[in-house]
Nanobody, 123 residues
Framework: VQLQASGGGLVQAGASLRLSCATS????????MGWFRQAPGKEREFVAA????????DYADSVKGRFTISRDSAKNTLYLQMNSLKPEDTAVYYC?????????????????WGQGTLVTVSS
């Protein structure tokens, strides 16, 4: 199983970006998925998660109201719409597929990881 994250870039504070995560196998459509991020010198942290149906979502407090996670099962693609970006959102963003049909906040509940895409927000 491969996860390919894309869509990162350099933007100014207040701008928007949409990250995509393409998956290589149809079976991922039965798994919960999530986004994590890792800033320089910090541990990887939870950002958002979505269940296999795309109905139940969860967000870190730091991004709630600004980020939206979604998925298109027909395209085997996960998205993260990021609005009102802040300099503190600067990080490498990783997509991941859960072991089950749901998705939580713990890194060890995810089985497959993408390679990451860099988001840099300037002030």
């Amino acid at each position: 199983v491969q996860l390919q994250a894309s869509g990162g870039g350099l933007v100014q504070a207040g701008a928007s970006l949409r990250l995509s995560c393409a998956t290589s196998r149809r079976t991922i459509s039965n798994n919960g998925m999530g986004w994590f991020r890792q800033a320089p010198g910090k541990e990887r942290e939870f950002v958002a998660a979505i269940d296999w149906r795309g109905v139940i979502t969860d967000y870190a407090d730091s991004v709630k109201g600004r980020f939206t996670i979604s998925r298109d099962s027909a395209k085997n693609t996960l998205y993260l719409q990021m609005n009102s970006l802040k300099p503190e959102d600067t990080a490498v963003y990783y997509c991941a597929a859960s072991l089950t049909s749901t998705a939580g906040r713990m890194r060890n509940s995810y089985r497959y990881w993408g390679q990451g895409t860099l988001v840099t927000v300037s002030s």
